[in-house]
């Protein structure tokens, strides 16, 4: 018969969180020893190992996997009962928020500020990324929930459109097509475009609905950030496409162009949770709310 605890399980996610002893101990603000400890009572009484050794740090194995949606669901529900009697209204814990660039910069903000007007709940955390590193960490259990703008295919994740944007084209203001009227995308043939990297939402975007109506282009530049991007335009390294809501800036001080394109440039933005992750109640009105709230109305 198992004799699982609540605290061995709390241990056992921090550690698949933290991938070393050393970082779960302090970030449960524990020992090493009670840590090791605990995990080695786990895994005894499991008659499993949960974990790959792997120069020092802790990879959570295939036996561990099993076991980590089932740990979560249970932590969650024990927080769930300790609030049974409070006010519903009263939200408690905390939302471990995944978005993607442009989401994370240009629409989270305006969402989190939203949510805790209306809910009083201040607990979130909030990682930007590009949106395949997003999907591992929710994978992972590292995130509650995903905002991304690229629809993912993975099995494990469950995607719903909640809101979109639109994508435009830049370039720089010294372009010769800058200012040009009635441009088709034939005028692109033989361009430079400066890219994000592999697994960011726009890049997905203009490999989609771009490059394949272009018989011959070239990628000039790779960048990990939105802002390099855009120096990048307006150097008249390339051109770029990324959403409206990344280059308004940009475009209203003149740094660069919109170069219009007889193209349909909506973009859906997505929703992604676990497909085995509990949903406990402060997740449900987070999702709720994100599905009610009028994006193109508040950014």
């Known amino acids: 018969m198992y004799h699982i605890s609540l605290r061995q399980l709390h241990i056992f ?5 933290h991938e070393t002893l050393t970082q779960a101990s302090e970030a449960l603000f524990l020992s090493k020893a009670a840590v090791s400890m605990a ?3 786990l895994e005894k009484q499991l008659g499993h190992v949960l974990f790959d050794r792997v120069n020092h740090r802790l990879i959570l194995n295939q036996e561990g996997k099993k076991l980590l949606p089932l740990a979560d669901e249970l932590l969650h529900r024990t927080n769930d009962i300790q609030q049974l009697f409070e006010n519903e209204n009263n939200l408690t ?3 471990r928020i995944g978005a993607s660039d442009t989401i994370g910069n240009q629409v989270a903000p305006w969402l989190l500020s939203a949510f805790r007007q209306d809910f ?3 607990s979130q955390t909030l990682f930007i990324s590009n949106s395949a590193l997003i999907c591992q960490k929710l994978v992972d259990y590292e995130l509650d929930i995903a905002l991304i703008e690229g629809k993912t295919q993975h099995p ?11 994508m435009c084209i830049i370039g720089s203001p010294d372009h010769p097509l800058a200012g040009h009227p009635d441009i088709q995308l034939a005028d692109f043939e033989n361009s430079h475009w400066v890219l994000r990297e592999a697994g960011s939402g726009s890049r997905e975007f203009f490999l989609r609905t771009v490059a394949p109506r272009l018989e011959r282009w070239q990628e000039t530049f790779q960048l990990n950030t939105t802002e390099a991007l855009i120096n990048s335009v307006a150097a008249n390294l390339g051109y770029a496409c990324l959403s409206e809501l990344a280059a308004q800036s ?3 001080d003149g740094r660069v162009v919109r170069i219009s394109v007889p193209l349909n440039m909506r973009r859906r933005y997505w929703l992604l949770v676990h497909k085995e992750k509990y949903q406990n109640p402060l997740l449900k009105h987070f999702i709720r709310f994100c599905f009610e709230w009028p994006v193109s109305d508040s950014v």
């Open 120 to 122: 009083q709940h201040t």
């Open 250 to 252: 940009a475009l209203k």
């Open 39 to 41: 995990l080695a009572e």
């Open 93 to 95: 814990g905390e939302i």
């Open 13 to 17: 996610t921090a550690i698949t969180q």
């Open 156 to 166: 494990e994740l469950i995607a719903k459109q909640f809101s979109h944007d639109q």
